[in-house]
Nanobody
Framework: QVQLDESGGGSVQPGGSLRLSCTAS????????MAWYRQAPGKERALVAV???????KYADSVQGRFTATRDFAKNTIYLQMNHLKPDDTAVYYC???????????WGQGIRVTVSS
């Protein structure tokens, strides 16, 4: 059973920055993919950024150029540096992990990000 421990988030004014962290623990076979998703009020959960075990990163078009996802493989941790935040970025952000040899998604508890003046 993989556990995901998220931190960071909070409230910030438009144009500000925040950093999210997520550490995975409990995997016996290793973590293949780690990602960030977000769910805004009244909307479905959507991918923000994903990092593969080969360190390939893909972003949603809406955050490209503003958000940077990085991964510390030694610490099983993924980070999301969010710059130039907009009110539309307001959402609950969820960490996601998929182990090797599996398609099962593990999810963090979610962390709220609010962008408002």
């Amino acid at each position: 059973q993989v556990q995901l421990d998220e931190s960071g988030g909070g409230s910030v004014q438009p144009g500000g920055s925040l950093r999210l962290s997520c550490t995975a623990s409990g995997s016996r076979v290793g973590i293949n993919i780690m990602a960030w998703y977000r769910q805004a009020p009244g909307k479905e959960r959507a991918l923000v950024a994903v990092i593969t075990s080969a360190n390939h990163v893909k972003y949603a078009d809406s955050v490209q150029g503003r958000f940077t996802a990085t991964r510390d493989f030694a610490k099983n941790t993924i980070y999301l540096q969010m710059n130039h935040l907009k009110p539309d970025d307001t959402a609950v952000y969820y960490c996601n992990a998929v182990q090797f040899l599996s398609d099962y998604d593990f999810w963090g508890q979610g962390i709220r990000v609010t962008v408002s003046s």
